[in-house]
Structures are given as structure tokens and as C-alpha cells.
């Protein structure tokens, strides 16, 4: 299966690069480009794609906010969005993330992370692992938003489900639920696709975002 890819960054350099690496693969397609985040909303109006290459400091609109309008607009059926950056700040990722973002790295990488993180983005998981973004959310979550409060969609969740997203939101991978809980990792993996859906969240860095938002789990603790 292709992945559609739409690349977004105002520096046309970037984009040809991008461009000529993606192009590289047989199982990915770049299928539109844009200047800004602005022009992203056009272009992805029109253009139906499964992941956005989308840079974080760009003129008109930046990328943090056209993510959060991108993910508001079309939050089941919508690409997912990949952050780019030249600038290595944990408040940059804090803010991509808490936009709707389903991952987090640095143009800087070698292209081959690059494109294992859009392959893995495309399936619906997260390049940004929950011990880093547990990291990112102690450090910012008192500090960026709004206060906590609780979220009227947790009262869905079961016992059980609670129990494993407290956990996700801590830092834990599946394996280590699992011995935590004493089920087998592919119970777990039931588990976490149950809360995602019942939550209406794309990934495991929503959750741990919707954790610390609602107050299930506080900076620290």
C-alpha cells in the first residue's frame, strides 16, 4: 500500500530534498506541497493524503497551528502529522504534540529514520516514545494550557482500561504493562486500542496528553 505524503515547509530547498527522498521508495508518494500552514489547509483541502511532513516555524501560519486546526477539522478520517524541525526545544515538541502532532523529530535525522517514522506514523503509531513524552509533559505541562480538568470521556472507560492508561501516560511500553498487570502483551495492546477509540484519539501521545490535561496524571507524579 502507498503512503500519500504532503510536504510542508516555507524553504524550497527543504521541500526538493524532502521530495527526492521520499521519492526514493516505492511505498511512498509525495502528492502535494506547501509554503506555509495556511497553503497546507488548501492544499490538503483538495488532496487526500495519509501523513503531513510539517515544519513548526513558517511565515502566515505555523505549523503548530495549522496541526491543531488539521486534526480539529478532520479528526478520524484526516492525515496524520508528522513535526519537523530545525529547532531542538522540548516546548516545540510540547506544543505539536498537544496540537494533534503523531510525532516529533529533527530535519537533522538520517533520511532512513525519516522515512521509518513516516511509515510508522501512516499506521497509526507514534515516533515519539512515551518515556520522552512523559519527559516533555513533566517539565511543561504546568506551564503551557490550561488547568486540569477532568474530561467527561474517561467515565467510558473500564477499570481495567483506566489502569493501562494511567500506566501509558507514565512511561510504560506494552511489554512492561503487561508485567505490571499480569496479562499478556497482546491483551494490553486490546487495551490501548479500546481507550484510543473510546477517547477518539489517534495515538498513544494523545493519550498521555489527555492524561495529564484531565488530571489523571499531574507533572512529577
Do not use: W
Not at 80 to 98: G, I, N, S
Amino acid at each position: 500500500m502507498t503512503v500519500r505524503v504532503v510536504i510542508v515547509d516555507d524553504q524550497a530547498l527543504v521541500r526538493a530534498g524532502f521530495r527526492m527522498v521520499l521519492g526514493s521508495q516505492p511505498d511512498l508518494e509525495v502528492v502535494g506541497e506547501a509554503i506555509d500552514g495556511a497553503d497546507a489547509l488548501r492544499v490538503l483541502a483538495r488532496t487526500e493524503a495519509d501523513v503531513v511532513v510539517m515544519d513548526i516555524r513558517m511565515p502566515t501560519m505555523d505549523g503548530v497551528e495549522a496541526t491543531r486546526r488539521l486534526c480539529a477539522e478532520r479528526p478520524a478520517d484526516g492525515p496524520r502529522v508528522l513535526v519537523l524541525t530545525t529547532f531542538d526545544t522540548e516546548a516545540d515538541a510540547f506544543a505539536a504534540l498537544q496540537a494533534g502532532a503523531s510525532g516529533f523529530l529533527l530535519k537533522n535525522v538520517p533520511p532512513e529514520e525519516l522515512l521509518a517514522a513516516i511509515r510508522v506514523v501512516a499506521q497509526g503509531d507514534s515516533v515519539v516514545a512515551p518515556s520522552i513524552t512523559r519527559r516533555l509533559l513533566d517539565r511543561f505541562a504546568g506551564q503551557l494550557g490550561a488547568a486540569p480538568s477532568a474530561d467527561p470521556r474517561l467515565a467510558q472507560l473500564t477499570e481495567r482500561e483506566r489502569e493501562v492508561l494511567l500506566l501509558v501516560a507514565q512511561g510504560l511500553s506494552n511489554a512492561e504493562i503487561a508485567a505490571r498487570v499480569h496479562v499478556a502483551e497482546a491483551t494490553v495492546k486490546t487495551h490501548v486500542g479500546r481507550i484510543l477509540a473510546k477517547l477518539q484519539l489517534r495515538d498513544r501521545v494523545q493519550a498521555v496528553v489527555l492524561a495529564y490535561e484531565s488530571g489523571l496524571v499531574t507533572p512529577g507524579g
